[in-house]
C-alpha cells in the first residue's frame, strides 16, 4: 500500500510538473473568473459587455462561425434585439427562382456573419495574417481564458532591449516569441459600455474573455448545476452500497 | 476450526428487516439514478436546437398571378401557395359543410380569400398530391388529386373523395406585407 | 448444466428453451470465488461497465456526426452546441476512453503483481492482452474523428511509422492512408472501423470472461482455492462490493466530466485540421505516451537497420514481450505479497512506466532523451531479471490455505483490538 501511494505521488508530482514545462513561453498569470469551480456560473451583465466588445472590436478582422445569432438570447437580450444584431449583416441566399444568388440580411437561425468572405480574403485585409475563428479560442490554447487575457493585456510599446520586432508585427509579452501579427485591439476606453460600467483596459479584456468563454463552452452553467446534483446523488448512492456491502459481509467476518 | 459458514445463514428475523429495507431503499435509488441517466441519450434524440430553430419560411408572393400555384419548403415539407380565381373560391365558400368528411368552413382555413396556403402532404398517408401546375390533373373539385390512392381535395384543401381522413393542413402563417408571408 | 429447477414456471419454461437463468445462476449465485479479494479485483467489472458506456455514447454521437473531412469538426461542435444533452455525450465519450485506460492499466497492474498471469491462466492473461490491443487500436482511431489538430498530425506520425518497414513499408501506408495523405478516405476508413472494433472488444472479453470462469478467479495470496471454505458465491459478495466499486468509480469519472471535462485532452483538437501547419509538439493521448517514449529512445541507426524501424520494432515488442510472461516468468510463487525482492522490482518497474510516460509527453530536449533510453532499457530488463530472480529468489511461506490465512488474520486483528 505505502509503495502505491508513493508511486501515486510521483506520477501525480510528475503530472503537474508536466504542464508548467510543456509551456515554452512566460509563465502565464492566472485570473479570478465568475464560472470557475464547482459553484462557478457565468456573469451574465458581463457577457453582455463582452459581447458588445467583440462585437464592437475583434468582429472587424475575426469570424466566430459556430456561434449563432439565436444563441445571444441566453445573454438575456430579447429576441427583438437578437433580430436586430442579425438584421446588422447580409447573408448570401438562393438561388432565386431567376437562378440568381442574393443577398439577404441575417436572421437569428444564421450563424455569425464572418467579416471576410474566405481566408485568403482575410490574410490580404491583414497583412498576410489570418486573424483565427473565435468560437473555440478560450479552450484551443494552453492556459485557456488566463492566456487570452494575458495577450490582450500583453502589448508594449517598448520591447526588451536587443528584441527585433518585424515590420507589419507588434510586440506581446506574452505570445510565443514575442511578436504577434495583431495589433493592439483594446486600450481604455475603446468601448463605451451600454450599462455605464467604466471600460478601463483591464475590464475590456476580463469582459470579453468571459465571452470568448461562453462561446467556447455555451453549456458551462448547465454542466456545473447537472454536476452538482449528479455527484451528489452519486454520494448518496454510494454510501447506501457501502453499508448493504457491510450488511451481506457481516455475517462471514 | 470447521465452524465458519461459507453460505450467508439466516439472520435473526430483525436484522433480517432492516437488511431488506436497505436491500430495498438501495434499489430503488439505483434504479431511479439509471432512469435518470438514460433520459439524456433519449432527449438527444429530440431536435436539436438548430432544428427547431429552422422553423420559419418567407415567401415573396408578389409574382404569383391569379389562377396560378407555388410550391415551397417549408421545415423539409412541401407548402402550396395558390393564387385563387373569384371562381374558385366561390366554388369553396359554397359547399355545405354537411358534406365534408372534415367539417370545416372556407373562411376559418384562410386570412385572405384569394391565398390559401396549406401543407401539400397528402393526410391518408403522406404522399405529395398534384394539382399545383396548370397541367396537372385537379380532381372533380378543382383542388388537388393524390394519385397513390386517390384523395381529392378542393379548393379550399377539403378532402371531398378517397382515403383520406382530414383536410390539407393549414399551417401558422402571417402576412408581412400584402406580397410576403411568413410560415411558421 | 440446465438441470436447474426454478420456482417459477415462466423461468422455467424459458430455461428448458434457451438456459438463461441456469446460465446467470451457475456463474452468479453458484460460482466458487475466494473469499480473500480485495479491492483491486474490482477493476475487472469497472472495464465492462466502462465498455458498455463507451458503446453506448458512441452510438448516441454517430447519430449526429458526420465522417468527411469538410463536416466533421462542425458535426461534433454542432453536438456539443445544438443538440440535447449532445455535449455531456461528448464528454462522457472522450472522458470514458482516459478512464477505460486508467481502469485496465490497474486491471494489468493488478495481474502483474499478483501473478494472475501464470498457469493455469495463460489463456486469460492472453486474450486480456488482445483486449488491450484491439483498445489502443479502437481510441486511436476515435481520436483521429473530430478531424481536430492532433486527430489529423497525430494520425499522421503513427501512419507514417509503417513506412519503416523495408520494401513494402510506403505500400503499406498508402493502404492505410487510401491516398497520398491521411485525408478523407482515410477518416472515414477509421469511422467504420472505429465502430466495429468494439464490438469485437466485446467479443473477445466474453471468452475472457469464459476463461475466468474456467479456472477461477486467483486472489491476493497467489493460492488456489482448495475447497468449499476458501469460497463464497460471487453473488451477493462480489456483485455488492462490485457495485460498491461502481459507485466510487461514477464520482471519480463524473467529477471529471461535469468540472474537468479537459483535462485529459489537448487544446490543439479544438482547432480544425490544417494540413499545411503542423503543432509544435504533438504528441498522443496520455495513455500512448510510454510507448512514444519507447519509439523515440532509438536514434542511432545501424546497417539495414534504421533508427526509425529499431524504434517501431521495440515499441511493438514492448506489448508482444507481455504475452510470453507466464513463461519468463519463472517463479513458482504467484503473489508479491511471498516474494520480497519481485515485490521491490515490481514497484521498480511502476515508477519506470511513469517516467517513460513523462518523458514521452515532453520535447525530446535536455536530459529527457538521454533518460528515455535509460527508462527503456529499464523497461524490457525487467523480463530477463524476473527470469533469473524466479530461479534464485527466496519466497515466503505460503499460507496452507486461503481460508487457514483468512482466520489467521482474523485471529490477529481481535488479538490486537
Given at each position: 500500500m505505502r509503495k502505491f501511494l508513493l508511486s501515486t505521488l510521483a506520477a501525480g508530482l510528475l503530472a503537474a510538473a508536466t504542464p508548467a514545462l510543456a509551456n515554452e513561453g512566460p509563465e502565464i498569470e492566472k485570473q479570478a473568473w465568475s464560472w470557475q469551480g464547482v459553484f462557478g456560473q457565468y456573469d451574465k451583465a458581463q457577457l453582455r459587455r463582452g459581447w458588445q466588445v467583440f462585437h464592437d472590436i475583434c468582429s472587424n478582422c475575426h469570424s466566430m462561425k459556430l456561434v449563432a445569432y439565436r444563441n445571444l438570447s441566453y445573454l438575456g437580450f430579447s429576441d427583438d434585439e437578437v433580430k436586430d444584431f442579425a438584421a446588422e449583416k447580409q447573408v448570401t441566399d438562393g438561388p432565386n427562382d431567376q437562378g440568381d444568388m442574393f443577398q439577404r440580411p441575417a436572421r437569428p437561425s444564421d450563424h455569425f456573419v464572418p467579416p471576410f468572405p474566405n481566408d485568403q480574403a482575410a490574410r490580404v485585409a491583414n497583412n498576410g495574417a489570418l486573424p483565427p475563428d473565435l468560437s473555440l479560442m478560450a479552450k484551443a490554447r494552453n492556459g485557456g481564458p488566463d492566456y487570452v487575457y494575458a495577450i490582450l493585456t500583453g502589448f508594449e510599446d517598448t520591447p526588451p532591449a536587443g528584441h527585433v520586432v518585424p515590420d507589419g508585427m507588434y510586440y506581446n509579452k506574452a505570445f510565443g516569441g514575442g511578436n504577434i501579427g495583431m495589433p493592439p485591439p483594446i486600450s481604455d476606453d475603446a468601448v463605451t459600455y451600454a450599462d455605464g460600467t467604466k471600460a478601463t483596459k483591464e475590464q475590456i479584456a476580463k469582459d470579453v474573455v468571459s465571452f470568448l468563454n461562453w462561446t467556447a463552452e455555451p453549456e458551462l452553467d448547465q454542466r456545473k448545476s447537472l454536476g452538482i446534483k449528479v455527484i451528489g446523488f452519486l454520494i448518496v448512492l454510494t454510501a447506501m452500497f457501502y453499508a448493504l456491502k457491510r450488511k451481506i459481509w457481516a455475517d462471514l467476518h | 476450526m470447521a465452524e465458519t459458514s461459507t453460505t450467508p445463514q439466516a439472520t435473526p428475523p430483525e436484522g433480517e428487516t432492516r437488511r431488506d429495507f436497505l436491500l430495498y431503499a438501495t434499489t430503488a435509488v439505483g434504479v431511479a439514478g439509471t432512469a435518470m441517466a438514460v433520459w439524456p441519450f433519449i432527449h438527444s434524440m429530440n431536435p436539436a436546437a438548430d432544428t427547431l430553430a429552422m422553423s420559419t419560411t418567407e415567401v415573396d408572393i408578389s409574382s404569383i398571378a391569379e389562377g396560378q400555384a407555388v410550391t415551397v419548403t417549408w421545415r423539409g415539407k412541401p407548402v402550396f401557395i395558390r393564387h385563387r380565381t373569384a371562381a374558385e373560391i366561390e366554388a369553396a365558400k359554397a359547399t355545405a359543410v354537411s358534406e365534408l368528411r372534415d367539417p370545416?368552413?372556407?373562411?376559418?382555413?384562410?386570412?385572405?380569400?384569394?391565398?390559401?396556403?396549406?401543407?401539400?402532404?397528402?393526410?391518408?398517408?403522406?404522399?405529395?398530391?398534384?394539382?399545383?401546375?396548370?397541367?396537372?390533373?385537379?380532381?372533380?373539385?378543382?383542388?388537388?388529386?393524390?394519385?397513390?390512392?386517390?384523395?381529392?381535395?378542393?379548393?379550399?384543401?377539403?378532402?371531398?373523395?378517397?382515403?383520406?381522413?382530414?383536410?390539407?393542413?393549414?399551417?401558422?402563417y402571417t402576412f408581412l406585407t400584402d406580397t410576403s408571408i411568413r410560415i411558421g | 448444466m440446465s438441470g436447474y429447477k426454478f420456482d417459477n414456471k415462466v423461468v422455467q419454461w424459458v430455461d428448458d428453451r434457451l438456459p438463461l437463468f441456469s446460465v446467470l445462476k451457475h456463474s452468479t449465485t453458484d460460482y466458487p470465488t475466494p473469499r480473500n479479494l480485495n479491492y483491486w479485483w474490482n477493476f475487472g467489472s469497472l472495464a465492462l461497465m466502462v465498455l458498455v458506456i463507451m458503446i453506448l455514447t458512441g452510438i448516441f454521437l454517430v447519430m449526429n456526426y458526420t465522417p468527411h473531412t469538410s463536416m466533421a469538426f462542425n458535426s461534433v461542435e454542432r453536438i456539443m452546441r445544438d443538440v440535447n444533452y449532445g455535449w455531456l455525450i461528448r464528454y462522457l465519450h472522450a472522458n470514458g476512453a482516459s478512464m477505460f485506460f486508467i481502469v485496465v492499466y490497474i486491471h494489468i497492474f493488478r495481474g502483474l503483481y499478483y501473478g494472475s498471469y501464470k498457469a493455469p491462466r495463460e489463456m486469460l492473461w492472453w486474450l486480456g492482452l488482445v483486449i488491450y490491443l484491439l483498445m489502443m487500436a479502437t481510441a486511436f482511431m476515435g481520436y483521429v474523428l473530430p478531424w481536430g489538430q492532433m486527430s489529423f498530425w497525430g494520425a499522421t506520425v503513427i501512419t507514417n511509422l509503417f513506412s519503416a518497414f523495408p520494401v513494402v513499408g510506403?505500400?503499406?501506408?498508402?493502404?492505410?492512408?487510401?491516398?497520398?495523405?491521411?485525408?478523407?478516405?482515410?477518416?472515414?476508413?477509421?469511422?467504420?472501423?472505429?465502430?466495429?472494433?468494439?464490438?469485437?472488444?466485446?467479443?473477445?472479453?466474453?471468452?475472457?470472461?469464459?476463461?475466468?470462469?474456467?479456472?477461477?478467479?486467483?486472489?491476493?495470496?497467489?493460492?488456489?482455492?482448495?475447497?468449499?471454505?476458501?469460497?463464497?458465491?460471487?453473488?451477493?459478495?462480489?456483485?455488492?462490493?462490485?457495485?460498491?466499486?461502481?459507485?466510487?468509480?461514477?464520482?471519480?469519472?463524473?467529477?471529471?466530466?461535469?468540472?474537468?471535462?479537459?483535462?485529459?485532452?489537448?487544446p490543439d483538437n479544438y482547432i480544425p485540421a490544417n494540413p499545411l501547419v503542423t503543432p509544435a509538439h504533438i504528441k498522443p493521448e496520455w495513455y500512448y505516451l510510454p510507448f512514444y517514449a519507447i519509439l523515440r529512445s532509438f536514434t542511432f541507426d545501424l546497417p539495414?537497420?534504421?533508427?526509425?524501424?529499431?524504434?517501431?520494432?521495440?515499441?511493438?515488442?514492448?506489448?508482444?514481450?507481455?504475452?510470453?510472461?507466464?513463461?519468463?516468468?519463472?517463479?513458482?510463487?504467484?503473489?508479491?505479497k511471498f516474494r520480497p525482492i519481485f515485490k521491490q522490482v515490481f514497484w521498480i518497474f511502476v515508477a519506470n512506466a511513469l517516467v517513460l510516460g513523462y518523458v514521452g509527453g515532453q520535447p525530446p530536449e535536455g536530459n529527457l532523451p538521454m533518460i528515455g533510453q535509460i527508462s527503456t532499457a529499464v523497461y524490457f530488463l525487467f523480463f530477463p531479471f524476473l527470469f533469473l530472480l524466479g530461479k534464485i529468489e527466496k519466497p515466503?511461506?505460503?499460507?496452507?490455505?486461503?481460508?487457514?490465512?483468512?482466520?489467521?488474520?482474523?485471529?490477529?486483528s481481535t488479538e490486537k483490538a
Open positions: - | 370545416e368552413t372556407d373562411d376559418i382555413r384562410v386570412k385572405k380569400p384569394e391565398w390559401l396556403i396549406v401543407v401539400g402532404i397528402c393526410t391518408h398517408l403522406g404522399c405529395v398530391p398534384l394539382g399545383q401546375k396548370p397541367a396537372d390533373p385537379k380532381g372533380e373539385f378543382g383542388g388537388w388529386f393524390c394519385p397513390c390512392h386517390g384523395s381529392q381535395y378542393d379548393t379550399s384543401g377539403r378532402i371531398r373523395k378517397g382515403p383520406a381522413p382530414k383536410n390539407l393542413a393549414v399551417p401558422n | 510506403d505500400y503499406i501506408v498508402t493502404l492505410l492512408w487510401g491516398g497520398f495523405s491521411v485525408d478523407n478516405p482515410t477518416l472515414n476508413r477509421f469511422f467504420s472501423l472505429h465502430y466495429l472494433l468494439p464490438f469485437l472488444i466485446f467479443a473477445v472479453v466474453f471468452l475472457h470472461l469464459v476463461a475466468l470462469h474456467t479456472v477461477k478467479s486467483s486472489n491476493p495470496l497467489g493460492i488456489e482455492m482448495k475447497g468449499p471454505q476458501d469460497a463464497i458465491p460471487f453473488h451477493p459478495y462480489y456483485t455488492i462490493k462490485d457495485l460498491f466499486g461502481v459507485g466510487l468509480f461514477l464520482i471519480f469519472f463524473l467529477s471529471f466530466v461535469f468540472f474537468a471535462p479537459n483535462f485529459f485532452g489537448d539495414f537497420l534504421p533508427a526509425k524501424l529499431q524504434g517501431v520494432l521495440a515499441m511493438f515488442s514492448a506489448i508482444i514481450i507481455l504475452f510470453f510472461l507466464p513463461w519468463i516468468d519463472s517463479s513458482k510463487v504467484r503473489s508479491a515466503r511461506a505460503l499460507p496452507q490455505s486461503i481460508s487457514a490465512a483468512v482466520l489467521k488474520d482474523a485471529a490477529h
